[in-house]
């Protein structure tokens, strides 16, 4: 194919367009990670081969047939099998086979393979679950930390402008004599920290957008934007569930838990699988055969090749029983190792049911202290805006100085920064929460 570059500029273009045309939502980002993640890929790539397994699981159960043909070149004094006397000359003779055999028991392998391969399987899809479940995790929180940094970098400009304004009073009333020089000094130095913070906030900023962007594999930020919803309600005043109530709803769907719980039946099937190769095993065999041979008949006489193989023809059929005896311990070992493995595995549930009754844990006590912090936030927030609007109020009258006017501002600069932060630590809690319960994530 002929490479043509003003196509291909154009299709890049194109899809840099169509990349920028809208700003994605927090649904549209964890859906295009699903679709799109290398890891999530890869992990449905193991389901499909654990599909795969099960699938050949089943067909064990059917009989194989297989087609032979050989070809012997004989010298010296031998039986000819076409003749079924000693001759000493040389002759060739071909043969045909079609055989098959069919297993009619086994000690039950074959279908404890079978249940075996299910719940693996189960456990692989599970497993893509529980990729997509810590990437949706991963995202949401890259989501707000932009949302976050976004009202940050607003309110900083915000207060840099009303400091600007400050500033440019000032500078007019130091013009005219009425206020000392180190007024202004000492403001000019509070606009230069606060264009400093916006910043500070604005690089933030660009390193959250390129947090999100690296967790959905894009190329570059550039004309990359997310959807700003309504301003985010933190004031959730509904009662923070028990533990105990959380880890029931959460028993109930998490993918780690059912992952595990599938890998241990996976671990029992394979327990009576070792078994069953205790237990003798009976096998149906059948054939189809015939052959020609370049020497055969009285005195070499002319046989055909087609006649020789119709009349040749033969079938045989076969019931073979296989008793186990003796296999220098291979089976005995086998069946331990496949009782260590049962028991590992029942310790990872349990160890698995632990760490989420933990993660519970931890996300209720952590929606708790975010609630409480919020509200101390807030209760600092309206004492410093009271404190600066006093001393702004005092600062215009010529009462106080520029000194305790930056300390009131700066305060108040803390106070809304740390309100905002313990806003969105309340939000992200309490999706948690619902994270936790099976609800869906949404702004």
Not at 33 to 55: F, K, M, P, Y
Not at 340 to 354: A, V
């Amino acid at each position: 194919m002929k490479f043509k570059p003003g196509l291909s500029i154009l299709l890049l273009l194109s899809g840099i367009c169509a990349f920028g045309q809208h700003p994605w939502t927090l649904s549209e980002c964890i859906e295009y990670a699903n679709a799109h993640n290398i890891q999530i890929r890869r992990t449905e790539l193991q389901a499909d081969a654990a599909r795969e397994d099960l699938l050949q699981a089943k067909m064990n159960l059917l009989p194989d047939l297989n087609a032979g043909f050989g070809r012997t070149y004989s010298f010296g004094r031998q039986v000819n099998p076409g003749t079924n006397e000693y001759t000493e000359n040389n002759f060739i003779y071909d043969s045909y086979a079609v055989t098959s055999n069919l297993v009619l028991f086994n000690g039950l392998r074959n279908y404890h393979r079978i249940r075996q391969n299910q719940f693996r399987t189960l456990a692989a899809i599970q497993q893509v679950e529980v990729e997509k479940m810590e990437k949706t995790l991963s995202i949401v929180a890259a989501f707000l930390q932009i949302l976050y940094q976004k009202e940050m970098v607003a309110m900083t400009r915000a207060q840099l402008e009303a400091t600007q304004f400050q500033t440019d009073r000032t500078r007019t009333l130091v013009g005219a004599g009425k206020i000392a020089e180190g007024g202004l000094l000492e403001l000019l130095a509070q606009l230069a920290n606060e264009k400093l913070n916006v910043t500070k906030e604005e690089n933030q900023l660009k390193l959250s957008f390129l947090n999100l962007v690296q967790l959905l594999d894009l190329d570059s930020v550039a004309g990359f934007e997310i959807f700003s919803p309504e301003p985010l309600d933190s004031e959730n005043q509904q009662a923070i569930p028990a533990v105990n109530v959380v880890y029931a709803d959460a028993l109930e769907f998490f993918p780690h838990i059912r992952m595990a719980e599938y890998q241990l039946q996976a671990e029992k099937m394979n327990l009576k699988m070792q078994h069953g190769r205790l237990s003798p095993q009976l096998v149906l065999s059948g054939s189809f055969y015939t052959l020609y041979s370049d020497y055969y008949g009285t005195n070499g006489a002319d046989y055909p090749y087609g006649d020789q193989f119709r009349d040749n023809l033969a079938q045989s059929a076969e019931i073979g029983l296989s008793v186990p005896i003796f296999n220098r311990g291979e089976v005995s070992r086998d069946i331990s190792l496949a009782r260590i493995s049962l028991e590992d595995s029942k310790y990872l549930l349990e160890q698995t049911k632990q760490v989420l009754f933990k993660e519970i844990q931890q996300a209720c006590n952590d929606a708790g202290l975010a609630r409480e912090k919020f509200k101390a936030a807030e209760e600092a927030v309206s004492s410093s805006r009271e404190s600066f609007s006093y001393t702004e109020e005092s600062y215009n009258l010529g009462v106080v100085g520029s000194v305790e006017y930056s300390l009131a501002k700066n305060n108040l600069i803390r106070a809304e920064s740390q309100l905002l932060q313990a806003r969105y630590e309340v939000i992200f809690a309490w999706m948690i929460l619902n994270f936790y319960r099976g609800k869906s994530i949404e702004l």
